[in-house]
């Protein structure tokens, strides 16, 4: 396989395991969970052990898909900038790189949609839940299709979010470019960080509303015996569509509902980009696929 596929898959597994603790909290924002984090409160008494495995709620399963997404988000990438750039006979530019980064983003959607539901439902359940009994119950009560519930608007969350993160970190290495050919390596690493960081950052602000629907859509089950802090078991049996979640969550808590968690999420994604990016750098590098222009864009966890 390509090297970028593999520098993808390990990056990804590594963002995942740096960046899980506040995801956790982020989910539970959005869904408006009342008691948000997984820190035990004054009137509780729990083990570290027990609070380490809370916040690693949900691990599993994207450390595998997500591992997968990146690896298929860059081969994606790589060959639609290529295929674009050689079609319509151009430079590279900002303009396909966010093209290629949507067309990307896009094809990620058959692992992002399960892997999402996934990791949500793990997150929000009332007692701590593997991912592989989660999996098992969604595929015995829904089948197959279950496990892609909430698809359409992750898919447009990933297509939109992957073209801003590409563009962004392209633009990003753009400006920081120098005329010096003699760029030393910790300059580079710099660079890196500082760019993939603020990338992360960017892209999800630019998606974040798109995110909470998503969340609060695939949070939703029709298992009673698994559904998660957000259902109410007062409510009938039907799951709700994107719009309808995104007006039930307006007129919860009007516009702010669909930014909260953003500065959980912002800080998170700083980190866990920074580090990606500097792995899939490392990676490329070590496997003779390095260029020597300005860092290609590399993928990283939404």
Not at 22 to 36: E, H, M, T
Not at 158 to 168: A, R
């Amino acid at each position: 396989m390509s090297a970028d596929f593999w520098a993808g898959y390990i990056s990804g597994a590594i963002g995942i395991i740096i960046g899980n603790p506040l995801d956790v909290i982020k989910v539970r924002l959005q869904a408006n969970v009342k008691d948000s984090s997984p820190i035990p409160t004054s009137g509780q008494r729990q083990t570290a052990t027990s609070v380490a495995r809370q916040f690693a709620t949900g691990t599993a399963a994207p450390i595998l898909g997500y591992g997968a997404l990146n690896a298929l988000l860059f081969v994606s990438y790589n060959r639609s900038e290529a295929a674009l750039n050689k079609s319509l006979h151009l430079q590279p530019n900002l303009w396909t790189t966010w093209l290629a980064g949507a067309i990307g983003g896009l094809a990620t959607w058959a692992v992002s949609t399960p892997t999402e539901l996934i990791k949500c439902r793990a997150q929000l359940a009332s007692a701590p839940t593997s991912s592989w009994a989660i999996t098992r119950r969604v595929l015995r009560t829904e089948g197959v299709r279950g496990l892609y519930f909430g698809g359409a608007v992750t898919a447009l969350r990933d297509s939109i979010g992957y073209g801003f993160y590409f563009w962004s970190y392209e633009l990003g290495t753009q400006w920081m470019a120098t005329s010096k050919e003699d760029k030393s390596l910790s300059q580079e690493a710099a660079k890196v960080l500082l760019c993939g960081g603020l990338a992360g950052v960017m892209t999800w602000a630019s998606i974040f509303p798109l995110d909470v629907i998503k969340t609060r859509v695939q949070a939703q089950t029709l298992d009673p015996a698994s559904r998660p802090l957000l259902d109410d078991p007062t409510k009938p049996q039907r799951r709700l569509g994107a719009m309808e979640v995104a007006r039930e969550a307006y007129r919860e808590g009007g516009v702010r509902v669909f930014f909260r968690g953003l500065t959980i999420c912002s800080v998170r994604a700083f980190f866990v980009n920074a580090v990606q990016w500097a792995t899939y750098e490392w990676i490329m590098y070590e496997l003779g696929q390095g260029k020597s222009r300005s860092p290609e864009p590399s993928a990283a966890t939404l």
